[in-house]
C-alpha cells in the first residue's frame, strides 16, 4: 500500500528545481515541493511546513497537529513502519541517512 506520510520540511536543497529535505520521523529525504508552491507560497517558505509525502513529493501542506495524529494512526495499524524502512533504504542508497 502507498501512503501520504506526513514530514517537516527542514532545508530547501535547490530553489529552482523545487527541492527540500523533509524530516520523516527522524529519517531525512529530498522531495520535490512543487505540488505545494505557489505564489503565495514559494519555495523559499516552505521550511518549517508540514507536509504529506508520497512517492518523493509532497503532495500538500498540513498542520502539525494533523501531522501528528496521522502519524499516531499510521503507527497503530503498523502501517508507517514499512514506509519509514523503505525511505531509510532509499535515503542510505543516495547516501543522506540521519
Known amino acids: 500500500m502507498c501512503l501520504g ?3 517537516q520540511i527542514v532545508e530547501i536543497t535547490d530553489k529552482t ?3 527540500g529535505l523533509v524530516d520523516v520521523s527522524g529519517v ?3 522531495v520535490n515541493l512543487a505540488c ?3 505564489e503565495e507560497h514559494p519555495v523559499a517558505d516552505c521550511v518549517g511546513d508540514w507536509v504529506l509525502v508520497h512517492v518523493g513529493f509532497a503532495m500538500s501542506r498540513i498542520d502539525e497537529a494533523e501531522a501528528a495524529e496521522t502519524l499516531k494512526i499510521l503507527e497503530q495499524l503498523g502501517e508507517v513502519q514499512d514506509e ?3 525511505m531509510r533504504a532509499s ?3 543516495l547516501g ?3
Request: aromatic share 0%; glycine share 4%.
Open 17 to 19: 528545481r523545487k527541492l
Open 84 to 86: 519509514l524502512a523503505a
Open 5 to 7: 506520510i506526513p514530514g
Open 96 to 98: 543522506k541517512a540521519s
Open 36 to 38: 505545494i508552491v505557489n
Open 28 to 30: 531525512k529525504r529530498e
Open 91 to 93: 535515503a542510505e542508497a
